[in-house]
């Protein structure tokens, strides 16, 4: 009974966002094509983060980007658009991204139902184990400093952007929609306005540990689970383990990595039936809804901030606790539920509400007149 009820307590993954499973990370419902929308171009490029050189994890360090311009781009070379960077969840990377979200679909229909025109970029972070959590790790790379910094420095030198953070938008969903509440907390000199969509990992809490098969045995399926990881040379033998095993090595290698232990280089909160206590502080620590206080300040500069969750989605009660700390503080965010699942209203959401919230709250035209 002691060994299960460590197995219970010592994980700290979300079933919200990284214990998803993979083919549902694309079933969403579509909404139907704008009748006269203008194509939008979409070109795919490698952008080179420098805050991912030297990653002991052996990830990417040049980042697969998707960049949507807007119809008339290309003809008037002295027209400036803001940017809106949306950040992918758990499992996926940008590819995948754009069939969730359906663009560039909902870009034209959002654009040709009247949002004000903006370009629109989505970077992959995926990793070896799945997903960066946005965060900032000598296992993984900094993909926080890739996101707020290296990222808006490529758009910004190779496009027609208005280069002031209140033409930069920053969204996400899921793991993105985290990634999004932890990066504008701590980069408001780079973002003007957030939206986050059905984040994930906004507070610690203890969940099961993953099946490694049939069995109901949480003691078995941990011992498994060490077995597995014990018996790996490397970050890329993760592919061949559960989803939700690679979940918790996610968590492991952006939240408490560990530079002297290789070949992962990440400390687990449970192995050989011992709790780390530092290992789950370190966690705890991690999460933003443990941190947003800490950054009050930053998040009043926002002009605006959006959030959205379903009324199926397992994170609700996390989004809403998100929403009395913004309004325990007095800071407005337009929140909603909708009726839907974690993943069900996604691409209506992107072409309906994202897109129109960025189009009203982003500056349109240089200089950006203040918040």
Not at 12 to 33: D, G, I, N, R, Y
Not at 348 to 361: A, E, I, M, S, Y
């Amino acid at each position: 009974m002691k060994t299960m009820r460590l197995a219970r307590w010592a994980t700290l993954v979300l079933a919200a966002s990284a214990a998803l499973p993979l083919t549902a990370q694309v079933k969403t419902e579509v909404p139907q094509p704008v009748s006269g929308a203008k194509p939008v171009a979409a070109e795919r490029i490698k952008v080179h983060g420098a805050a991912l050189e030297g990653n002991l994890g052996g990830e990417a360090v040049d980042r697969d980007v998707i960049v949507f311009l807007p119809p008339g781009y290309a003809a008037d070379k002295s027209r400036r658009y803001p940017v809106l960077y949306a950040l992918h969840g758990y499992s996926i990377g940008a590819e995948q991204w754009t069939q969730e979200v359906h663009v560039p679909q909902t870009v034209e229909g959002a654009f040709a139902l009247g949002t004000a025109p903006m370009i629109v970029v989505l970077p992959d972070s995926k990793t070896l184990y799945g997903g960066s959590i946005y965060s900032s790790s000598v296992t993984v790379g900094d993909f926080e400093k890739f996101v707020s910094h290296d990222l808006v420095a490529y758009v910004d030198a190779h496009y027609q952007t208005i280069a002031d953070r209140r033409a930069r938008g920053l969204a996400g969903h899921s793991m993105g929609g985290q990634g999004t509440a932890r990066i504008g907390m701590k980069h408001p000199d780079v973002f003007g306005s957030l939206y986050i969509m059905s984040p994930g990992l906004l507070l610690p809490h203890p969940a099961e540990l993953p099946r490694m098969g049939p069995s109901t045995n949480p003691e078995a399926d941990q011992k498994a689970f060490e077995g597995a990881v014990k018996a790996m040379k490397s970050p890329k033998d993760a592919a061949g383990l559960s989803q939700a095993a690679r979940a918790q090595l996610a968590v492991a290698a952006a939240w408490s990595p560990n530079p002297k232990k290789p070949p992962l280089y990440l400390d687990l909160p449970l192995m050989d039936g011992k709790t780390d206590a530092n290992v789950l502080a370190r966690w705890a620590a991690n999460a933003p809804l443990a941190f947003i206080d800490q950054y009050i300040g930053n998040l009043r500069q926002y002009r605006a901030i959006g959030l959205d969750v379903g009324d199926q989605d397992p994170g609700l009660n996390e989004s809403k606790a998100l929403k009395a700390a913004l309004d325990s503080y007095g800071i407005p965010v337009a929140f909603q539920i909708y009726s839907g699942t974690h993943t069900s209203a996604v691409a209506d959401r992107f072409q309906n509400h994202v897109l129109p919230f960025f189009g009203k709250n982003l500056c349109q035209a240089s200089p950006c007149s203040p918040k």
